[in-house]
């Protein structure tokens, strides 16, 4: 977090809430393209794309050193969306729940 902001914790949760609700406004994939193209920097992307295909590879099972081998994410990156898959917020299982076949 940046420590010079004149924000208050309030305005800083709404500022976040607008964040979440432009996202929900998105309407399909190539509208999400566009939005995360102009709101990351590729590296910013990235990383946010390499969690995801970690967070794919642990629940089909594998191996952290496999994952790391396959993708090239660090190991402790892929133990942290481990942490969070298996005690975070809920979100990647929401996700993961919500993308699986039926």
Known sequence: MKTNRERTARDTARAEQGLYRAILSLRNEAECEQFFGDLCTPAEL?????????????????PYRKIHEITG?????????????IAGNGGYKTALKRLSPL
Not at 46 to 62: F, I, T
Not at 73 to 85: E, P, Q
Request: net charge positive; proline share 0%; glycine share 6%.
């Open 73 to 85: 994410v660090s190991v402790t990156t892929i133990g942290r969306v481990a942490r969070f898959l």
């Open 46 to 62: 990235e990383a946010l794309v390499d969690r995801w295909v970690v967070v794919k590879y642990l629940q089909d099972g594998l």
